[in-house]
Nanobody, 127 residues
């Protein structure tokens, strides 16, 4: 397994921003395809929101339509961390956010292509 840990969640007002982090220990994140996913309150299924290919040089991250233009992947190679910068947040963005590197990117982010999630970080967008 390739353990990862998410952090950075919290309570934010609509229109605000948050930066989530996905960290690992014992391996280099950029060597793996990496996806961000979220699970809305009361829903069983996770939604794929971004997928970043390994060794991404040309900003090839694919975003879901629900977050495109508002969310951005930022790599911190020195700290071996991948951030999910979330801007213009909406109440429907609320949920638990997960990252995973045990899978592969092929077009739109698909939950079925990934496994072995971290514990997640909670995001609540409310006034």
């Amino acid at each position: 397994q390739l353990p990862v840990a998410e952090s950075g969640g919290g309570l934010v007002q609509p229109g605000g921003s948050l930066r989530l982090s996905c960290e690992s220990s014992g391996f280099i994140l950029q060597y793996y395809d990496m996806g961000w996913f979220r699970q809305a309150p009361g829903k069983e299924e996770r939604e794929g929101i971004s997928c970043t290919p390994r060794d991404d040089v040309d900003d090839e991250t694919v975003y879901s339509d629900s977050v495109k233009g508002r969310f951005t992947i930022i790599r911190d190679v020195v700290k071996n961390t991948i951030h999910l910068q979330m801007n213009s947040l909406k109440p429907e963005d609320s949920g638990t956010y997960y990252c995973s590197v045990e899978g592969f990117c092929s077009g739109a982010p698909e939950t079925s292509r990934f496994s072995s999630w971290g514990r997640g970080t909670q995001v609540t967008v409310a006034s």
